[in-house]
């Protein structure tokens, strides 16, 4: 089991980049075709022709006319988020709650498109799904060994008023104990606190943290 992680490409840059393509070989057409004729509306059958005239861009949302005020990249600031874990219902409803998300969709079983608002900063909205999808959930965690060997912890430093465990991917297990909250318990938390962000898993906690 790998660390949780989320890759982004900006749909934007992407669209923008294909519209742009489009338009110089639209113009590159047109050159062609206006030298062979001097006469501009009989190239274009007395309609004046533009880049964007009669081309579309397929969108995650489906077609969109190039020139449309209304497809995603204009609307938005729009992103594909590529997981190395599985989307589920869950993900999908917590990625709807999320603030600064006014559009998404569902690509595949590890992709999603999202829509960010102007008053919005997708760097807000990337940190925040991120501390929401990038963890891992007991269920994730606990085989039943483990969950055995944490009980069994669990027992033996119930008599503390402060305790937190370490549960790792692998099934490793670390832990602090204190009577009371002061420096010693906080520098072993942060100590649990970087093992979890370096390999991956959870911190279980007593009932007065």
């Known amino acids: 089991m790998s660390h949780k992680r989320i890759a982004w490409k900006s749909w934007n840059q992407q669209a923008d980049s294909y519209i742009e393509r489009i338009d110089q070989e639209t113009l590159v057409l047109m050159e062609l075709m206006m030298g062979q004729s001097e006469d501009p509306e009989a190239v274009s059958g007395g309609i004046p022709l533009t880049p964007a005239s009669g081309q579309a861009i397929h969108t995650p949302l ?3 006319a190039i020139d449309s005020l209304f497809k995603p990249s204009d609307r938005w600031d729009c992103w594909i988020g590529t997981t190395n874990f599985g989307i589920t219902r869950a993900i999908e409803n917590q990625l709807k709650e999320t603030d600064g998300i006014e559009c998404l969709r569902i690509l ?15 760097r807000d909205v990337r940190m925040n799904i991120e501390k929401q999808l990038c963890v891992y959930t007991e269920q994730e965690i606990m085989t039943e060994n483990t969950r055995l060997t944490v009980d069994l912890l669990k027992e033996q430093i119930k008599s503390s008023k402060y305790w937190s465990i370490f549960v790792g991917k692998g099934g490793c297990v670390d832990y602090i104990v204190g009577d009371k909250l002061d420096t010693e318990y906080l520098e072993g938390l942060r ?6 962000q370096l390999m991956g898993g959870i911190i279980l906690r007593g009932d007065n943290g």
């Open 108 to 122: 595949g079983k590890y992709t999603f498109f999202v829509g960010i608002p102007c008053t919005f900063s997708f």
């Open 62 to 64: 489906g077609m969109y």
């Open 191 to 196: 100590r649990l606190d970087e093992t979890k």
